[in-house]
């Protein structure tokens, strides 16, 4: 293994030595057209402010029917006759340029491209090659700027950027105080959320009302649910890659944005003009009033506050080198009803290196640290104590791209990342005789080396393959328990226990992960496409609640907790119609899930030092089939998406007492059947523009207790089969209108958003809890977080 990794990145470096060293071939124009066999065109397209380069712009030749997609440095490269063109470039929310050319001979260019102001009338702009999802071979790849989150209904007051991507075909949240995801039957845990390339661990606010990530800040995110590439490992449902944005490296500016509910600022210009930037933003909440304002005595007690803050420092040095620092951490701390807080914190560093040593060779190289840590504080006089747990992320990865031509590229990489966890610590802070506990840190090493090829054969025919290789090392020091063979793994099976040193190889876990997909194209406005991934995950969420809470405890695979591992198979038809104005596709999918983490059925889970007494490995499936129709022109655009998907566990052991349902077949705790969304965006005006959303989906499974019984003086309930039942069936509809009053002055010339969530108010239960009556049985009783309309103003202003 450790020459396997050495190998690779001895590659990448003498790669990168070579490219440097090596002759680059001069620019020759105006040579004798009589010696080319074809002319090279070739170039880079920034952003005229910041200079940061616009990844996927679109270059066209309309004479040739040719369209490239730049590439991640911003570059593209044509070929063409000698002949007078025309040339477009595209890009969304920026200015569309067209230029006339007559090729006589090899050229570079240099393009720069401005956003479109938002009172231009009637720009048709499309942000990527319109064909993308006919040629590509991606799959389940769905990238969404800022420019395209903005027309949806902001959710209190601003774009929510994990709810965004909630409204595309096999994405669902449980609830609405939800900021995780669930992708194709995949738990939040078995996502991989990272910001500049650096993993964040908790993306909620409040629990989830709120995503942690300022819109502000960020240039676009990026879901891959379906073929993943071969980069991105160590989850085995799906990745949401996140990238920042760049300040100005011309002249200072901001945003300012209040509403009723929360207020941000940031502030861009150039550090060195015209050589680096810098860009900081700082999101803070005021929903104190709406809680205090609560009829509920318990709820107008408690106090909710959070921020979240950015910094990223930009040097597009050359066109060839480039480097970014990104820093990120986001706060939260609730105290309910005045005795119990619960706060967490994220923070996330990341640096990053792009270097184009050739036109066809690249390197990018990325390292970053992240810490997350929760505590609860009570403070109710009796028993007071603190509880506190962390997880630090540590490494770095790099990948080196060779294109063979603009349809033929091969990437290698390898990645190093170190873990280590606080699963808790018990503090008293009183004078009670309450004993400090502290549960074992935890350590880990992942490694991985990969590669990815992608190619095109003719008009008809891509495609896309790769291998990763992952190796996983669980490390000491800790204590390890022996337990009793044919016996289930408890206390009282327990009968010794080993030492092992630090840094000492307790467990170690390997294995290939392959990924294709393949692409074929009737014509140029429907294709088919067949995928295959395979994805290990070694680190896993212990939880028994259907969304990520603060004290959700992270648990690394050990020699008892296997990684999980899934297969997932794809198949799609995509079809464009009416010139590309209307999208539309429909895929099928299958995803087999190893090693899944269930709990026993009264598992203990929090401060739990052995914590594989309490769990249980189960099996997965999930499959479903999602329809996706969007309209991308004209005065009403939006999309509408469906899915009918289940997502079901089964946990069969050689103890019959630990098997679940009798070992059959159970809906997990996101199996959600139905999920539609309808999404509208209608422009009345240059300066005025209706959007709504409408969602329905089956209400998520839930056990409800089948009797209780009492036990020394307690009433205790008793459960039977695990999630038999369901919540009601969740809809709700979200209206905003978004306007500028202009020539009304500076300061009201701003964006004005007002928007109605839960038009309805609809009483859509987050949970059902029982309330229990002498001699009655238990009364189920509804939790609904958003039981009324919700309004929200706000007022954004560039500066």
């Known amino acids: 293994m450790k020459k396997l990794l050495l190998l690779t990145f001895l590659f990448v470096g003498l790669s990168s030595a070579w490219a440097q060293n090596s002759p680059v071939k001069r620019e020759v124009v105006g040579r004798d057209i009589g010696q080319l066999k074809g002319i090279k065109l070739s170039g880079r397209i920034i952003d005229e402010i910041t200079g940061q380069a616009l990844v996927g712009a679109t270059v066209s030749i309309p004479e040739l029917n040719l369209t490239r997609v730049t590439d991640n440095n911003g570059s593209f490269e044509l070929v063409v006759d000698r002949a007078e063109y025309t040339l477009e470039f595209r890009y969304v929310g920026y200015e569309t340029k067209i230029y006339p050319i007559t090729a006589v001979g090899d050229g570079r260019l240099s393009i720069r491209m401005l956003q479109e102001d938002f009172t231009l009338d009637d720009v048709v702009i499309f942000g990527r090659d319109p064909e993308k999802n006919i040629r590509s071979t991606d799959m389940g790849a769905v990238t969404?700027?800022?420019?395209?989150?903005?027309?949806?209904?902001?959710?209190?007051?601003?774009?929510?950027?994990?709810?965004?991507?909630?409204?595309?075909?096999?994405?669902?949240?449980?609830?609405?105080?939800?900021?995780?995801?669930?992708?194709?039957?995949?738990?939040?845990?078995?996502?991989?959320?990272?910001?500049?390339?650096?993993?964040?661990?908790?993306?909620?606010?409040?629990?989830?009302?709120?995503?942690?990530?300022?819109?502000?800040?960020?240039?676009?995110?990026?879901?891959?649910?379906?073929?993943?590439?071969?980069?991105?490992?160590?989850?085995?449902?799906?990745?949401?890659d996140i990238l920042p944005k760049a300040g100005s490296i011309d002249k200072w500016g901001g945003d300012l944005m209040v509403s009723n509910y929360s207020g941000k600022v940031s502030l861009n210009g150039p550090l060195?003009?015209?050589?680096?930037?810098?860009?900081?933003?700082?999101?803070?909440?005021?929903?104190?009033?709406?809680?205090?304002?609560?009829?509920?005595?318990?709820?107008?007690?408690?106090?909710?506050?959070?921020?979240?803050?950015?910094?990223?420092?930009?040097?597009?040095?050359?066109?060839?080198?480039?480097?970014?620092?990104?820093?990120?951490?986001?706060?939260?701390?609730?105290?309910?009803?005045?005795?119990?807080?619960?706060?967490?914190?994220?923070?996330?560093?990341?640096?990053?290196?792009?270097?184009?040593?050739?036109?066809?060779?690249?390197?990018?190289?990325?390292?970053?640290?992240?810490?997350?840590?929760?505590?609860?504080?009570?403070?109710?006089?009796?028993?007071?104590?603190?509880?506190?747990?962390?997880?630090?992320?540590?490494?770095?990865?790099?990948?080196?791209?060779?294109?063979?031509?603009?349809?033929?590229?091969?990437?290698?990489?390898?990645?190093?990342?170190?873990?280590?966890?606080?699963?808790?610590?018990?503090?008293?802070t009183g004078n009670e005789e309450?004993?400090?506990?502290?549960?074992?840190?935890?350590?880990?090493?992942?490694?991985?080396?990969?590669?990815?090829?992608?190619?095109?054969?003719?008009?008809?025919?891509?495609?896309?393959?790769?291998?990763?290789?992952?190796?996983?090392?669980?490390?000491?020091?800790?204590?390890?328990?022996?337990?009793?063979?044919?016996?289930?793994?408890?206390?009282?099976?327990?009968?010794?226990?080993?030492?092992?040193?630090?840094?000492?190889?307790?467990?170690?876990?390997?294995?290939?992960?392959?990924?294709?997909?393949?692409?074929?194209?009737?014509?140029?406005?429907?294709?088919?496409?067949?995928?295959?991934?395979?994805?290990?995950q070694f680190i896993h969420l212990i939880s028994n609640t259907a969304t990520i809470a603060p004290s959700d405890v992270w648990k690394l695979s050990d020699n008892f907790i296997e990684p999980q591992i899934a297969d997932q198979l794809s198949l799609g038809f995509y079809k464009n119609l009416k010139g590309n104005i209307f999208e539309t596709s429909i895929e099928v999918y299958y995803k087999d899930l190893q090693n899944v983490v269930e709990y026993k059925d009264g598992a203990n889970l929090i401060l739990q030092n052995h914590i594989e007494t309490e769990l249980i490995p189960a099996e997965g499936q999930s499959y479903g089939v999602e329809l996706y129709v969007k309209k991308n022109l004209g005065r009403l655009t939006g999309w509408i998406s469906y899915t009918y998907s289940r997502a079901l566990?089964?946990?069969?052991?050689?103890?019959?007492?630990?098997?679940?349902?009798?070992?059959?077949?159970?809906?997990?705790?996101?199996?959600?059947?139905?999920?539609?969304?309808?999404?509208?965006?209608?422009?009345?005006?240059?300066?005025?523009?209706?959007?709504?959303?409408?969602?329905?989906?089956?209400?998520?499974?839930?056990?409800?207790?089948?009797?209780?019984?009492?036990?020394?003086?307690?009433?205790?309930?008793?459960?039977?089969?695990?999630?038999?039942?369901?919540?009601?069936?969740?809809?709700?509809?979200?209206?905003?209108?978004?306007?500028?009053?202009?020539g009304q002055g500076k300061f009201f010339d701003g964006n004005w958003t007002f928007s109605v969530l839960n038009v309805f108010g609809r009483k859509n239960p987050f949970s059902i809890y029982f309330d229990d009556a002498p001699g009655e049985p238990p009364q189920a009783l509804r939790l609904a977080l958003l039981g009324v309309p919700l309004p929200s103003l706000s007022y954004a202003i560039k500066f």
Do not use: C
């Not at 990272?194 to 502000?216: E, R, V, W």
């Open 272 to 428: 060195v003009k015209n050589k680096v930037s810098v860009l900081g933003g700082f999101r803070i909440s005021y929903i104190n009033w709406l809680l205090q304002s609560l009829s509920n005595p318990t709820l107008n007690s408690s106090n909710a506050n959070f921020y979240d803050g950015n910094i990223v420092v930009n040097a597009p040095l050359s066109e060839k080198n480039e480097f970014t620092y990104s820093y990120y951490t986001s706060y939260d701390d609730f105290a309910f009803a005045s005795d119990t807080t619960i706060s967490w914190k994220n923070t996330a560093h990341s640096l990053q290196w792009k270097s184009k040593f050739s036109e066809k060779l690249s390197l990018e190289a990325i390292g970053f640290y992240t810490v997350y840590n929760y505590s609860i504080f009570n403070q109710s006089g009796l028993n007071d104590f603190k509880i506190n747990s962390d997880i630090r992320d540590i490494g770095g990865k790099t990948f080196l791209t060779y294109a063979f031509s603009p349809t033929n590229k091969i990437t290698l990489g390898g990645e190093y990342k170190q873990l280590e966890i606080q699963p808790g610590e018990l503090i008293p």
């Open 144 to 240: 969404l700027n800022m420019n395209t989150m903005r027309e949806l209904p902001p959710f209190l007051g601003e774009v929510d950027i994990v709810r965004s991507l909630a409204t595309l075909p096999g994405v669902s949240q449980v609830g609405e105080a939800s900021s995780g995801l669930n992708v194709r039957g995949g738990g939040v845990d078995q996502n991989l959320i990272q910001f500049a390339g650096a993993p964040i661990y908790n993306p909620s606010h409040m629990f989830g009302l709120f995503t942690a990530f300022n819109p502000d800040m960020v240039n676009d995110v990026t879901l891959y649910k379906a073929v993943v590439p071969a980069r991105f490992g160590g989850r085995s449902s799906a990745i949401l």
């Open 434 to 536: 309450i004993l400090p506990k502290k549960v074992q840190d935890e350590f880990g090493r992942e490694m991985a080396a990969h590669f990815q090829h992608e190619f095109e054969l003719g008009e008809k025919i891509g495609l896309s393959y790769g291998l990763r290789y992952d190796f996983y090392q669980y490390l000491g020091p800790r204590t390890v328990r022996t337990y009793e063979e044919g016996k289930p793994i408890s206390d009282g099976s327990a009968i010794g226990e080993t030492s092992f040193s630090n840094g000492e190889v307790i467990q170690s876990y390997d294995g290939f992960a392959p990924r294709a997909s393949l692409r074929y194209s009737f014509n140029k406005s429907s294709s088919i496409k067949l995928g295959y991934n395979k994805m290990y």
């Open 649 to 742: 566990r089964r946990v069969i052991t050689p103890f019959e007492e630990e098997n679940i349902n009798n070992g059959e077949w159970y809906a997990s705790n996101f199996d959600k059947p139905h999920d539609l969304t309808l999404i509208g965006n209608y422009k009345v005006s240059t300066n005025t523009s209706l959007s709504s959303t409408f969602s329905y989906s089956t209400g998520r499974p839930i056990t409800f207790p089948d009797a209780k019984f009492d036990y020394s003086g307690n009433n205790l309930a008793y459960f039977n089969d695990r999630n038999q039942q369901r919540l009601p069936d969740f809809y709700r509809l979200d209206f905003a209108v978004n306007f500028k009053l202009k």
